[in-house]
């Protein structure tokens, strides 16, 4: 379809666990405009996918969104009323599950029976294709202990979706901007090989993304960079004109914020070189990109450059890693440093060297710390109970009197890496004093790394349900 006005598309979620109240903001803002819109969801991480495949192995059923009924029933019958099309990655590892979910979920709601098109091909295991991945030298990737590979689709499989009138679109991976350039692209009957309007519209996915990161909630740094009202922050929406400009903004009537600053940062976000942001649809450069005000919340972006799209698509592999420990217990009260620093000794001490154990020292080191202790153990140096500087030490004593202990063990072994928590626990009476609050669990691993297969090996479907 071709159309000379713009079209809007917001955001309903930035990752899996968003806030479920965020979309129905967007969708009466979208409604509101009387123009042609859309939502997106973009719910999947590289660990919430192999976690997907994970729950799919464990059960057919399972595998896709855990918060998807949730996360639409606010708005699915909003949506199907006045034509605001859903395009979600949220089928992750069962697209089609989450399709026979939403049909479910429209029944119980009373709504007409949403036309549904399920995306998929992005599953490289189940495609025999693991042979055929690559490093990213071009050599072999090993595929002992793979429970997932799954290929980043672009937007042409969503596009034919929308082209064949669809009311919601379910995908398993594809990259995150392409759920809006889908929209943009079907509205405006671009063509991928438009490489400029490509540009424009993967930028605009990419702002969209992260949800409300863009309107004011990554940006936040109280007395630096404040932000209105963040406990009701309003998610992202684009004005997509015809020729590739757009004006990004947030849903009405909600807080947060959008100016130059906080749609600088997310442009920047997660883009290693702002000259080759590499995705299926386009290599994005982004080093010409202007910004201007256009109003309160409102800002004007152009000028993105597109390239050739890369030859070979990314692909998400999943391994099995064994299983992993976690365990905490605090101190409080003076010397709560001490104390914690003491416990983390007597369990690595328990523990020995059958397992592989990380501690944190939550307040002290965690963020900065490793998995060899070195921050942790240079914190101890300067100022735990061996420090030297007797100012130091007042001043620790003073600040810190509240801290956390945090135990985690990997390994083969279910029972072995159970015994973090067995340890952890019994430091209510073996010691130090003043433990308290101990939380423990032990859950399998899973670890991720990222591979290339060749774009025509992999064959994107779409299938109408519904």
């Known amino acids: 379809m071709t159309a000379q006005g713009a079209v809007l598309v917001g955001c309903g979620a930035g ?3 968003d806030r479920l109240d965020a979309p129905l903001p967007v969708v009466r803002s ?37 918060l998807l009924e949730r996360m639409l029933e606010p708005i699915l019958a909003l949506c199907l009323e006045h034509r605001v099309a859903i395009l979600g990655n949220f089928g992750a590892a069962n697209p089609p599950a989450a399709a026979k979910a939403i049909r479910a979920l429209a029944q119980r709601l009373g709504c007409r029976a949403p036309r549904i098109a399920v995306v998929t091909g992005d599953d490289l295991v189940a495609g025999a294709m693991l042979a055929h991945l690559e490093q990213e030298d071009g050599s072999p990737c090993a595929s002992e202990r793979v ?32 759920l809006a350039l889908a929209a943009f692209a079907h509205h405006h009957g671009w063509s991928l090989a438009q490489r400029e309007r490509v540009a424009a519209g993967t930028l605009a996915g990419h702002l969209l993304e992260c949800g409300a990161q863009v309107s004011g909630g990554y940006y936040a740094d109280p007395g630096f960079k404040d932000v209105p009202d963040p406990h009701r922050i309003g998610f992202p929406i684009v004005e997509m004109r015809s020729d590739g400009s757009f004006v990004i903004g947030k849903a009405d009537d909600t807080g947060g914020l959008v100016d130059r600053h906080t749609v600088a940062e997310q442009i920047l976000y997660e883009i290693h070189d702002p000259s080759r942001y590499l995705t299926p649809d386009v290599v994005l450069d982004v080093t010409q990109v202007e910004i201007a005000e256009a109003g309160p919340n409102r800002v004007a972006v152009g000028g993105a450059i597109g390239h050739a799209r890369p030859e070979r698509l990314k692909v998400t592999v ?65 100022g735990g109970h061996e420090a030297r500087d007797q100012d130091v030490r007042e001043r620790q004593a003073r600040e810190l009197r509240d801290v956390r202990v945090r135990i985690a063990v990997a ?25 308290g609050g101990v939380r423990s669990s032990v859950r399998r691993r899973i670890a991720t790394s990222s591979a290339y297969i060749a774009r025509e090996r992999v064959a994107p479907s779409v299938e109408i349900v519904g």
């Not at 042609?36 to 969104?65: C, H, K, S, V």
């Not at 672009?154 to 991976?173: C, E, N």
């Not at 340890?423 to 010691?431: N, Q, R």
């Open 318 to 382: 999943g391994h099995e890693a064994g299983w992993i420990g976690e365990a905490e217990i605090s101190y409080a009260g003076p010397n709560a440093v001490a104390r914690g620093q003491l416990a983390i000794d007597v369990v690595r001490r328990r523990l020995g060297d059958d397992v592989r154990m990380r501690a944190d020292l939550i307040g002290v080191a965690s963020v900065f710390n490793d998995d060899a202790g070195r921050f942790l153990d240079a914190c101890a140096a300067e």
């Open 15 to 17: 990752f899996s666990g």
């Open 147 to 178: 429970l997932s590979a799954n290929a980043y689709l672009g937007a042409q499989p969503l596009i034919d979706a929308l082209a064949a009138d669809a009311d919601v679109v379910v995908t398993g991976r594809v990259a995150d901007p392409a």
């Open 411 to 435: 390994g083969e072994s279910k029972e072995l890496v159970a015994r973090a928590g067995e340890e952890v626990l019994a430091l209510y009476t073996c010691g130090p004093a003043g433990g």
């Open 30 to 66: 979208l409604v509101r405009s009387r123009r042609p819109a859309a939502i997106m969801f973009e719910t999947l991480g590289e660990r919430t996918l192999a976690l997907a495949q994970l729950a799919r192995l464990e059960d057919p059923g399972r595998g896709y969104e855990p």
